[in-house]
């Protein structure tokens, strides 16, 4: 039975070894606030960070994470919503229907924590997320008001 450390917490998860990580998270631990869209690792809604780098939890077997690694989903993020990211996100109203986002947010946090003042460039590079609603523009200019540290520039 695999053990898991997830949002600080040690759970011993019943499944198979190819189970991926998303379905354990989901089924097994009951944090349904990571999603799943795709499966196949090209859509981000299902990106936790697995020893801070953002990964997606569809693509990554229960087998392929090492005794001590640390998964953190968008519920441990911060414990009340104020991690730099989600204020930017609440400041900017980033979502539309909101599938997508515990994975921007997360893909975010994880791109912020390497790179705290990313160029347009990076922010590119590094966002591959997929947003149905095109909310695009508002995850863009979320991030930079997190790397800015700062309130929304009104006006
Ligand atoms: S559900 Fe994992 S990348 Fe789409
Ligand atoms: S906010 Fe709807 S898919 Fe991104």
Redesign the pocket.
């Known amino acids: 039975m695999p053990r898991l450390n997830i949002n600080g917490r040690d759970v011993d998860i019943a499944v198979e070894d190819d189970t ?1 990580l ?1 379905w354990a998270i989901r089924e097994q631990v009951g944090l349904t606030g990571t ?13 936790v960070h697995v020893d801070g780098v953002a990964t ?4 990554v077997p229960v087998s392929a994470i090492a005794p001590g690694q640390k998964i953190v989903t968008i519920e441990g993020l911060s414990p009340d919503g104020s991690h730099p990211v989600q204020k930017a996100w609440a400041a900017l109203d980033v979502p539309q229907c909101g599938y997508c986002q515990a ?1 921007m947010i997360m893909a975010a946090a994880a791109l912020l924590a390497a790179k705290p003042k990313p160029t347009e460039d990076e922010i590119h590079a590094e966002m591959t ?2 947003c149905r609603c095109g909310t695009y523009n508002r995850v863009r200019a979320a991030i930079n008001l997190a790397a800015e540290g700062g309130e929304p520039r009104r006006g």
């Open positions: 991926p998303l999603k799943y869209g795709c499966g196949v690792a090209a859509c981000g809604a299902c990106t997606r939890a569809c693509a994975g997320n997929i």
